[in-house]
């Protein structure tokens, strides 16, 4: 069963305005990522919402090197 709800929340606009850049950056929406963010929090997601956003993220993202190695250093670049 699926239960919609509708809240408010008390947020400082500039908390607000940097969520919504994330979002953007992921390709959702601040819902999206506040619904993803709770489900974390409250318990395991269901198997079907895993599985559509590995499949978004192979189909944005699908990793091909070209058969090009990459070495320890360049996967890890920009991420320390």
Wanted: charged content about 30%.
């Amino acid at each position: 069963m699926m239960w919609s709800m509708n809240g408010t929340l008390a947020l400082e606009d500039d908390l607000v305005s940097r969520a919504r850049e994330v979002a953007a950056r992921q390709g959702t929406t601040l819902n999206d990522l506040l619904r993803r963010y709770l489900e974390s929090v409250a318990g395991e997601r269901p198997a079907a919402a895993i599985v559509a956003e590995l499949d978004r993220v192979w189909t944005e993202a699908p990793g091909h090197s070209g058969g090009r190695r990459i070495s320890r250093d360049e996967a890890y670049e920009g991420r320390l």
